[in-house]
């Protein structure tokens, strides 16, 4: 099983940058499909952008042209690069990962992952 542990989180102002790391132990992310999820209080889990083993990416709409999700295999880590950060960005934010290929329509759906992080809280201000 893979373990998941997120960071980078923190405080920004709007329309600054922050990039959250997310570091797989336990399995090589190689031929994981991975996603981030943001979650704010009262909300369901929100998917953010995923990235699938052949480095395919989607990205929720509202996000798009603001963030790019990355990752390298040699450090088994997952990245998520936030740009022009806006308030309604902010929220706890997880990794997540899936042991095969997730169909596009359910890329960003948090029930087609099975590992998850802890979580790192971003907050914009």
């Known amino acids: 099983h893979v ?8 405080s920004a102002q ?8 997310c570091v797989a132990s336990g ?3 190689k031929h994981y499909h991975m996603a981030w999820f943001r979650q704010v ?9 995923s990235i699938d083993s052949v480095d395919d990416t989607i ?21 998520l690069q936030m740009n022009s950060l ?9 990794c997540a990962a ?9 890329a960003l759906r948090a029930g087609a992952y099975t590992y998850w992080g802890q979580g790192t809280q971003v907050t914009v201000s």
Do not use: W
């Open 3 to 10: 373990q998941l542990v997120e960071s980078g989180g923190g």
């Open 14 to 21: 709007p329309g600054g940058s922050l990039r959250l790391s």
């Open 27 to 29: 399995a090589t992310i």
């Open 41 to 49: 209080p009262g909300k369901q889990r929100e998917g953010i952008a």
């Open 59 to 79: 990205y929720a709409d509202s996000v798009k042209g603001r963030f790019t999700v990355s990752r390298d295999i040699s450090k088994n880590t997952l990245y």
């Open 86 to 94: 806006k308030s309604d960005d902010a929220g706890m934010y997880y």
């Open 98 to 106: 899936h042991s095969t290929y997730v169909v596009s329509i359910q």
